[in-house]
């Protein structure tokens, strides 16, 4: 069942069949064949823009995922796409990063349904007798979502066959072998030309623009061009410019970062929107709205689930007083506490992860007035600690380091499914950083004072970012295979990329396209040096034997809680093509490399 509320309409969608038979003229409609399966003149010949609009309905849902489903149990698809990287650790190991995961019979991500739905809409809209405005502007969508999807079963399988009209079960193309990359991300990038230019200005945050769609577009060619690029495969110079060139055009278009809220609270108030429609920064969002039924449990998830953020992640925001990584300016250190060590970063930081200071408005949900005391304090490592009434914990961390990025207060202790706050699925920082990636790659002016230190002047870091930065061993350690003279630079851009991006799902892609996997998901996954001013010895001792520290005193959430080891390898970039697929079409071999 599909669940997504559309504003303007105020329409809510509830399987592929409602698509059809809501807006259209007269019941002897109602018999309509479903979703991608239609094949009748009749209903494109009556359909109107209502009912075109319906038809694009059915895959919002499908590939601009925010926090999910609405009623959904789970802290939603964008956190939890993060847990699949070394950002943002869960209470379980990612088994992909580990490189533990292992060949897949089936797999719903090799699903070809919405490829299917795009085709027939695209084969047959021109049919309806509606405006030739309405056709384009629909028609636009479905080239969207045609291209998202696409660009989704790439990055996950590599080559796959490429369809650009619907089947029928005794079409001998049904059993065509997968077509090549090259071809494949061709026709993808012809078919987000095709939507840039069939589609209007936004309009409303919530639908499918031309703005949305030159974002989409400069994000598939970052991927492919730094893809190849690392690869050595020829194209990448033809990639990076095309992500160089719609970033850039997307930057005239008025976008503004959102800072409404100053540089204290700005970066943090941008996640926790009830509605992004007058918000200067968002292209495109997914909506919620719990007096319809349509809430998530983003909010209540937060607080309490054992995930946080990675003491490697945690390193990489620079010192304010400097400008320079921590590692290097000497103001930071892990022996300093918890309190000391967050503060006097880059703002971010203490706008992403909770800081367990009583009396801070920083502290978010770590603290709490009961029976009139303030009770609370640093999180609960994986919920180990017994509450009392002289010790009470209000969080859960596995790092300890508990994040609040997504989570408003309001909405918290409220119920579930209440959650409110639109996920912000497209935004304009985004365009910002591939500008400057896609830049620095090429050789090309990243503009940087329009770029990186926006991001930076948002939350009051006063350092920028020059084009030849100081050298951090760290990041020359995690990104050894930079190319070119400015590659300091390059590997400063995905510094800020990963900290402004934090638990927006982009991590394993970036990392997947730069081909560090593995160096960056073979690295032992550490949270922070417990602080015995946060924790008494008795807490240190619990946490050390029952979950484990290194050498040097650092969590290690799984060194005792996952049974397997790191073994991230080339094989892990792509998934393997199911196996049920290729019993049913011999023809998509060979395997991905690695997945015998």
Known sequence: EIGVRLVGSEMCIRDSICILCLSLSGCDYLDTEPGDAISSDRFWETSNAAALEQYCNLYYPKLIKGH????????????????QSDNLLAAGAS?????????????????????????????????SPVSDIDKKKFAGEILFFKAFDYFNKVCL?????????????????????????????????????????????????????????????????????TWRRYRNVEGDVKF?????????????????????????????????????????????SREYDPALNMG?????????????????CFEEYLCANTGKPISLCGCHNPNMGYNAEMKNRDGRLLQTVCLPESGSKYARFLYRTAGGMLKGGAPNIFSILPNSDTRTFYAASCTGYSVCKFYKASEHYVGNHKGGIDAPVMRYAEALLIRAEAGAELGKD???DKTINQLRARVGFTFKLEADPIADPDLIAKYPNVKGDNANLIREIRRERRIELFAEGYRWDDVCRWN????????????AKMDPNLYSADEIKTIKDQVGFDADGFITPYAKRVTYSMNFTAKNYLYNIPLDEISLNPNLLPQNPGWK
């Not at 998530?296 to 490697?312: A, L, T």
């Open 516 to 527: 560090v996997g593995e160096v960056v998901f073979n690295r032992v996954r550490r949270g």
């Open 446 to 448: 990243p503009e940087l």
């Open 157 to 225: 399988f590599g080559e796959v066959p490429w369809y650009d009209s619907t089947l029928n079960k005794d079409n001998p193309e049904l059993y065509k072998g997968r077509d090549s990359r090259d071809l494949v991300m061709t026709n993808i990038l012809a078919t987000i030309n095709k939507a840039i230019e069939f589609l209007p200005r936004k309009t409303k945050v919530y639908r499918v623009s031309r703005d949305a769609a030159l974002l989409l577009k400069a994000r598939i060619c970052l991927y492919e061009g």
């Open 95 to 127: 088994s992909i990063t580990f490189g533990q995961n292992t060949v897949m019979t089936s797999s719903a991500d090799w699903d070809w349904s919405t490829v299917r739905g795009c085709n027939a809409f695209l084969e047959n809209y021109e049919k």
């Open 240 to 284: 990076l410019e095309e992500a160089y060139k719609a970033s850039g055009e997307l930057m005239g278009y008025g976008y503004e970062l959102y800072k409404a809220s100053g540089t204290d609270d700005s970066y943090f108030d941008l996640f926790i929107q009830d509605n992004y429609n007058d918000n200067s920064e968002v292209i495109l």
């Open 296 to 312: 998530h449990n983003v909010p209540n998830s937060i607080p309490n689930s054992e995930q946080g953020m990675s003491r490697d």
């Open 68 to 83: 999910g489903d609405p009623l959904s149990w789970n802290i939603g698809n964008m956190i939890m796409q993060e847990y």
